[in-house]
């Protein structure tokens, strides 16, 4: 064999690799600025019972907080990052 080591670095590649990724997606600065806007990706229209609080973390890695509300006359769903 030319390469003796070329296995082991490759199993540490694909070891390390997926980890990074999952770093890059980590980061804060991709989360949307409006908790409101990113808890639509979270729970969609109707799935959070008006005073229900739930507390769920969002594909950008942050935790989110909402209230549910109803749409009609009442106040809507609330939300805040934690």
Excluded: F
């Excluded at 908790?35 to 609080?53: H, I």
């Excluded at 969002?58 to 809507?76: F, M």
């Amino acid at each position: 064999m030319r390469y003796p080591g070329l296995p082991l670095v490759v199993i540490v590649g694909l070891i390390v690799m997926p980890g990074i990724a999952y770093a890059k997606t980590k980061k804060t600065g991709d989360c949307p600025a409006n908790a409101n806007e990113a808890s639509r990706s979270v729970w969609p229209k109707g799935s959070l019972r008006t005073g229900d609080r739930q507390t769920r973390r969002h594909k950008c890695g942050r935790e989110l907080e909402c209230v549910g509300g109803t749409s009609h006359s009442g106040p809507r769903r609330t939300c805040r990052w934690l």
